[in-house]
């Protein structure tokens, strides 16, 4: 069982050693002492919405908060902090199930690109957009453009873009895709929070008619309840907490190995080469 999957942690000091990876349990000496170190901040981004009768509204959420904090806790040569999680997203595709809340286009990128502001005017000039949402991922690279015009550098990462081959090669029904409350959404709960899977109430939809696989490789809409009656996409029948934690743990590996890279990288800055003077 990994150590904290909630939004906001439960008190890291109290279960390990008086430390916390928590942005909002830091004290100030901490984050002066953290400056002092090429500190790497991990921004958790996901969504608060359906994902079908089975599951929690925060799936997504819950899955970036978890792997944030298991790896801070896994590096212990230099800070990684968690910043704050970004619990609401794009999902506006999803208002037709009940429990969804989103964000407007416009609303979501002024939050984020703001959050980023305030990290990097703190002086934590590694940041890393963790996100859990498909809605948030393309609107994620985007802010991470918007804000290098302001010499402000993200890293925006998806963390299922980490761990491919284990969605490619260990899928019972939903190779390749994460899905949406299907095979490997439902798996990461099993394995992160078991108790919040109601297993008597999986349901496995088929698609609706539309676009033909040809041209779903590159192109298609976002109204997911439209394609299913239920709003899941996947088969959840498959699930199991051992994929789960196949799955998390390959993303985990990559991230730490990410978070060290970027540990060693100079900061970034358009002026660096010339290329962006006023």
Same mark, same amino acid.
């Given at each position: 069982?990994?150590?904290?999957?909630?939004?906001?942690? #439960?008190?890291?000091?109290?279960?390990?050693d008086? =430390?916390?990876?928590?942005?909002?349990?830091?004290?100030r000496?901490e984050?002066?002492e953290?400056?002092?170190?090429d500190?790497?901040?991990i921004?958790p981004?996901?969504?608060?919405?359906?994902?079908?009768?089975? !599951? +929690?509204? /925060?799936? /997504?959420?819950?899955?970036?908060?978890?792997?944030?904090?298991?790896?801070?806790r896994?590096? /212990?040569?230099?800070?990684?902090?968690v910043?704050?999680?970004?619990?609401s997203g794009?999902?506006?595709?999803?208002?037709?199930?009940?429990?969804?809340?989103?964000?407007?286009?416009?609303?979501f990128?002024?939050y984020?690109?703001?959050? !980023?502001?305030?990290?990097w005017? *703190?002086?934590?000039?590694?940041?890393i &957009?963790? *996100?859990?949402?498909?809605?948030?991922r393309?609107?994620?690279r985007?802010i991470?453009? =918007?804000?290098?015009?302001? /010499?402000i550098?993200?890293?925006p990462?998806?963390?299922w873009d980490m761990?491919q081959?284990?969605?490619?090669?260990?899928?019972?029904?939903?190779?390749?895709?994460?899905?949406?409350?299907?095979?490997?959404?439902?798996s990461?709960q099993?394995?992160?929070?078991p108790s919040?899977?109601d297993?008597? =109430?999986?349901?496995?939809?088929?698609? #609706?008619?539309g676009?033909s696989?040809?041209?779903? $490789?590159?192109?298609g809409?976002?109204?997911? #309840?439209?394609? $299913?009656?239920h709003?899941?996409?996947?088969?959840?029948?498959?699930?199991?907490?051992?994929?789960?934690? $196949?799955?998390f *743990?390959a993303? =985990?590996?990559? &991230?730490?190995?990410? !978070? #060290?890279?970027?540990?060693?990288?100079?900061?970034r800055?358009y $002026?660096?080469?010339?290329?962006? !003077? +006023?």
């Open positions: 069982m990994v150590s904290d999957s909630s939004v906001f942690g #439960r008190g890291q000091r109290e279960s390990n008086g =430390k916390t990876p928590h942005w909002q349990e830091m004290w000496h984050f002066l953290a400056l002092e170190h500190p790497v901040v921004v981004v996901g969504s608060v919405e359906q994902h079908g009768p089975h !599951c +929690p509204m /925060d799936v /997504d959420i819950s899955h970036t908060q978890a792997l944030a904090v298991d790896t801070a896994a590096i /212990d040569e230099f800070p990684v902090i910043a704050p999680p970004v619990w794009l999902t506006h595709y999803n208002m037709g199930e009940v429990g969804t809340i989103t964000l407007s286009v416009e609303t990128i002024a984020v690109s703001e959050i !980023c502001r305030s990290i005017a *703190n002086g934590f000039h590694r940041i &957009l963790l *996100n859990g949402h498909g809605g948030n393309d609107i994620q985007v991470s453009i =918007k804000l290098a015009e302001e /010499d550098w993200v890293l990462i998806t963390y761990a081959d284990v969605l490619d090669d260990e899928a019972d029904t939903d190779p390749g895709f994460i899905g949406h409350g299907g095979e490997w959404e439902t990461l099993l394995h992160l929070r919040l899977i297993t008597e =109430k999986l349901v496995a939809d088929p698609e #609706r008619p676009f696989p040809e041209i779903l $490789r590159f192109t809409f976002p109204e997911r #309840r439209k394609e $299913r009656e709003g899941v996409h996947g088969n959840p029948y498959t699930a199991s907490a051992e994929k789960g934690e $196949r799955l *743990n993303a =985990k590996e990559m &991230l730490i190995e990410v !978070c #060290r890279e970027y540990h060693e990288q100079p900061v800055g $002026r660096e080469f010339g290329s962006h !003077c +006023p």
